[in-house]
Structure formats: C-alpha cells, structure tokens
C-alpha cells in the first residue's frame, strides 16, 4: 500500500470520528456540551464542510493552473492570489447586507447554495489549454465561489460571537474551536479531494469538493434551532416589502446572482482586481475610521462638530483621488507622475492625522479609541497572509519539483497546516484561559507579533535547510513540515485571535462589516501572495529554486523585523483597547417581537451604548 493511500485513509479515519463526536455533541439533551453551547458545534461542522470544499479545491488549484490550463508559473500565482484575495473581498459586501438588512444566517444560507454550484461547476475540465472554450466555465466557476463566499465567510464567524457575551472567557477558545473546524475541514478536503484530482483526474478532485459542500449546507439547514435565533433580521418585516416591485429579499439574493458577472470579468483581469482593492481597501478604512471619530463619541455623525467633519472630508477626498490618480497610471488610463499621486495621497494622511490628534485631545472615547485599534490589526493582515498563502502557490510548486517527497502528491502536503492546526489548536484554546487567569496571558497585538516573528522564521528555517542539503540536491522533506509547524504556531497566534478580537471590540450596529474588513484586510494579503509567487517566477515566468529561496530570505528577515515592532508597540495598543470598559448590553425587543414570539438576535440593539454620546 502506497504513502498517498493511507494518507487517504487516515483522512477517511478522522473526518469519520469527527463526524462521531459532532453527531454525539448535537444530541445531548443538555443546551452546552464541553462548557459550549450545541450551536458552536453545528458552526463548526458547517464551516467544516465549506473549508473541506474551498481547501480541496485550493489543493489543485496552482496544479490545475499549470498542468491543465498551461499557464506558466508566474502567471498562474497571479491568478491563484487574485482569486483568493476576490474571495475575502466580497465579505465586505455580504457583510454590510447582513447587518443592514438579511441577518448573518439567512446570508450564509444563500452564500452555501451559490458556493454549492460553484464547486460542481469546477467539476467541467474540458481537454485543457488556453484556447479550450471550457476554460469558460472554469472562471464562471470561480466567480460562483467567490460570491458564495462573500456572502458566507464573515458572517458565520459573527455567529459565533453572537453565542456568547462579550465578557465571557470562554470566548477566545471558542474561537478556537470554531478554527479547529475549519482547519479539519481543511485537511480533511486536502486529502481527499487532493488524491482524487492527481490520481483519478481534476473532475474527480473537484467534484469531491462539491459534495463537502451540499453536505455543509445539509448541516446549516437542518440544525438551525440549536443556533438560539442568533444571527436573524435586524427587522424581519423590511425584507418583505417590496422594492420596484419585486420582494427586497428576493431583489437581494437576485443582485447577488448579478454579481457573478461582474466578477467573471474581474477573475480574468488581475491587475484590474489589485487596483479595485487598493481604493475600495482605503474607502472601508475611511469609512470605519470615521465611524470611530465622529458617530460613536457624538452619537451621530449629523451631531459631530462641523469643522472636523469637513476636514475629515477633505483629507478623505484626498486620499482616494491620490489612490484613484495612482491606479490610473497603473492601469494606463492616463499618465499621471506616480510621484503627484503619491503627493496627494500624503496631503491627505496628513489632514486626517491632523483630525486624529484634534479629536483626541477634544473628546474621550474609549469606542473610538477601539475603532483604533481594530485598524491596527487590520493593517497587519496583509503582511502575515502575503507570506503564509505561499503554501497554496510557490511553496506548493517548490515541494512539487525541489523536494523529496518520497513518492507522497504534492497537493497532500497542503494538509499539513491543517493537521498542525487540529494538533496544536487544542493546547492553545486551554494555553490562553490558564495563562489568564494567572495573569500572563499575551495581549491581542503582542500575539500578532509572535505570529509574525513565527512566520518569517519559517521562511528562513527551509531557506537554510535548502543551502545546508546543496542546491543541486533535493531538499529533505523535514524542512517543509518545519516551515508549516513555524507558518501553523504563527497562525494560530494570529488569525483566531484576530477573529475573536473583532468580533470583541467592534460596535454591535457594524459587527459584521467589521468581520468583513477584516477578511478584506486577508484579501489583500492573498493578493499580495500573488504578487509575491509571480516575483519567484523571474523574468521568463518558470519558478527555480534559486529564484524562489532568494525570495523567500528577503521576506523572511523583514518579517521577523515588523513582529518584533509589533511586539514593542503592543503595550501601546493593548491600552487603546480599553478592555476593563467592555461591558455586555442588555437585550432590546425589536418591534413586533410579541407578535414573532422569538427574542431578537443577540448584537441588534437599536441604540447601542456605543452610539450614545459619551460621558466620558
């Protein structure tokens, strides 16, 4: 029996006792099973069979884009960072319409059917090759997944919160649970779809994935009560009313299929889609930010003193005609010096820097200073995922042509980090409750600087192992499994923490298009993976190990730096957080919540304390 066999059926093994203790957890007679209540459970088995679909297919991606589709290897990243990075943008949109209008679970329902089709679709190979009309079908698949996803991503995650008050210890850990889910899921999908698409064909692979979907979809639809009536309507009766006509639900669902048009075009043209980020990101951060200024310590933003506002205003405008003037060049709409645009962009910063320090030293706000501290990590999403989505891209085509793997596929090394994750998530989850209570647990942004020092380290480890064995020589598989512990530990310090962080210090109104900044913030990291896989490609476009390695020293050493910076800046931002301030806030009945008969959900409070002038 062969290494990729029992890789096989070590993953059958597990995602079947999975599904045991899931089976098991959901049919306790008691409302918690583990100090959790059952619904945390059902999201992570949810979520467990959208990441088996979306990492299965990731697995076979940068392959497929290479062996199937023929693309070389620089163009290949590109496409594979500018589908990741579409896939953590469009939250941002599913997002705002979930907190506006359709409720977190309804938006998750419609994101699981459009994902669901988008997964069989990859299942249409054709005979390959650029000129093959089927390649197609292959974008439109694409494009189905990346709006299933926005509409999916964000908003099962404030699920979750919504489970637990925002004082509740157990929050972080379960956050960590929810992350184990997605990473079994995750390993699980590798596996499988992974040794179906390299030894049986890519449809094989892909419709695997699609299948990990429907089932995760079976699960959302049919555990629903064990949710608690989280994440419904804000006000059910407004999706009833109808907009030109048509039902504004139906008419939501109906310009999210549209979507998928806009998007087709935009997976086929990836500079267009690094341009899209760079001014849609600026215009998100804007719009928090002023959030954070002016709504949450006045009130409103029609209460804001006017002077503020409008220079707030200006230095916004200058900042996004700067970026506009930026991208324009880029794009070669017009021949603008880069340097005016930077000019203006700077003039910009600096008004708003100016608004900052005026407001701070007018007004005390500890929402505001939260709002603050959001963006800061925020900002640092794009660093640690433009290097740790390496593994879907040039990490993946170096195992596949400079290692010795042993006979092993290379897509089945993709499921290390998951495996990583499902092995160290537990110890973590109890590691941070235990250090708590004593006392020593890190702050928020001191663990992002660990993960990222973590990160560049890994980096660094496999560029020695490679030198140390010779360059001619194949490096020893050892150096690949201690990149991904070094990339996994960081993870783990990173991504659930940062889950948990936004879902904790965000303003209940703008919860879920916090989540969705965040992922916007992954989005540009991925991007930047693009970029990154597409400079080891060199001039002619094909990865050499060389090439790859000299890459992977200069990103590794910067790395290391900016966690470090983030490490000494942390007791800064840990006091911007205001965690002693952070209270839970009581329930509100929605109107026509008698008439319903069921509470409303948990984070909708109609006038939350944070939009209430501060005293303070």
Same mark, same amino acid.
């Given at each position: 029996m062969s290494f990729n066999t029992i890789i096989l059926l070590g993953g059958i093994a597990v995602l079947a006792a999975f599904l045991l203790a899931g089976a098991y957890a959901v049919t306790r007679p008691q409302k918690e099973v583990f100090g959790h209540p059952k619904g945390l459970y059902v999201l992570f088995f949810a979520e467990m069979w959208e990441r088996f679909s979306y990492y299965g297919m990731r697995a076979l991606l940068i392959f497929y884009l290479t062996k199937h589709w023929l693309f070389d290897d620089s163009k290949a990243n590109l496409i594979y960072g500018a589908y990741t990075s579409l896939v953590y943008i469009t939250p941002v949109l599913g997002g705002y319409l979930a907190d506006k209008?359709?409720?977190?679970?309804?938006?998750?329902l419609f994101g699981a059917v459009v994902l669901t089709g988008g997964h069989f679709l990859m299942a249409f190979e054709g005979t390959g090759g650029q000129s093959d009309p089927t390649i197609n079908i292959f974008w439109l698949a694409l494009s189905f997944i990346i709006v299933g996803s926005g509409f999916l991503k964000a908003n099962i995650s404030v699920i979750v919160g919504q489970l637990y008050s925002?004082?509740?210890?157990r929050r972080?850990?379960?956050?960590?649970?929810f992350y184990m889910g997605i990473n079994v899921g995750a390993a699980v999908g590798t596996i499988i779809a992974g040794w179906l698409g390299e030894n049986w064909g890519w449809s094989w692979g892909f419709g695997a994935a699609g299948v990990g979907m429907l089932l995760g979809l079976v699960v959302f639809i049919g555990f629903k009560p064990l949710l608690q009536g989280k994440g419904e309507p804000t006000d059910p009766q407004v999706l009833k009313k109808a907009v030109a006509g048509v039902n504004l639900e139906w008419l939501i669902y109906g310009a999210g299929l549209l979507s998928i048009a806009v998007i087709w075009a935009l997976i086929q043209a990836q500079d267009v889609v690094g341009s899209l980020m760079l001014v849609s990101g600026v215009v998100l951060l804007l719009y928090v930010l002023a959030t954070g200024i002016? %709504?949450?310590?006045y009130g409103s933003f029609a209460r804001a003193p006017s002077g503020p506002t409008n220079a707030f205003r200006g230095a916004s405008a200058l900042i996004v005609i700067g970026s506009a003037l930026y991208v324009g060049t880029v794009l070669g709409l017009w021949a603008v010096p880069e340097s005016l645009a930077g000019i203006v962009a700077l003039a910009g910063f600096a008004l708003l820097l100016g608004v900052i320090l005026q407001q701070g030293m007018t007004k005390t706000d500890h929402a505001r200073d939260r709002i603050y501290v959001i963006i800061f990590l925020?900002?640092?999403n794009p660093i640690f995922w433009g290097l740790f989505?390496?593994?879907g891209g040039s990490l993946s085509l170096f195992t596949d042509r400079y290692v010795d793997r042993a006979g092993i596929d290379a897509s089945l090394f993709q499921s290390v980090n998951p495996i990583y994750i499902i092995l160290l998530g537990p110890l973590l989850a109890m590691l941070w409750p235990m250090l708590g209570k004593r006392g020593l647990e890190p702050s928020t942004p001191a663990k992002f600087g660990i993960g990222l020092i973590l990160l560049g380290a890994g980096f660094l480890v496999l560029n020695y192992g490679a030198h140390a064995a010779g360059m001619a020589t194949a490096t020893p598989v050892i150096f690949i499994f201690l990149i991904y512990f070094l990339h996994t530990s960081g993870e783990l310090c990173l991504s659930p923490v940062g889950l948990s962080a936004m879902n904790r210090l965000a303003p209940k109104h703008i919860a879920s298009l916090i989540m969705a900044a965040w992922f916007f913030g992954t989005a540009g990291?991925?991007?930047?993976?693009?970029l990154i896989g597409q400079a080891t490609g060199g001039e002619d476009g094909d990865a050499s190990k060389q090439s790859i390695l000299a890459i992977y020293s200069q990103i590794g050493w910067v790395t290391v730096g900016v966690g470090v910076v983030v490490m000494f800046l942390a007791i800064f931002v840990k006091r911007l957080s205001h965690l002693d301030t952070l209270k839970d806030e009581p329930d509100h009945a929605m109107e026509?919540?008698? %008439?319903?008969?069921?509470?409303q959900a948990a984070g909708f409070d109609p006038k939350p304390e944070e939009l209430r002038p501060s005293s303070r």
């Open positions: 209008w359709l409720g977190q679970r309804k938006a998750v925002i004082t509740d210890v972080d850990s379960a956050y960590t649970i002016f %709504e949450l310590p925020i900002a640092l989505e390496q593994a990291g991925n991007f930047v993976a693009g026509g919540d008698n %008439e319903l008969a069921e509470p």
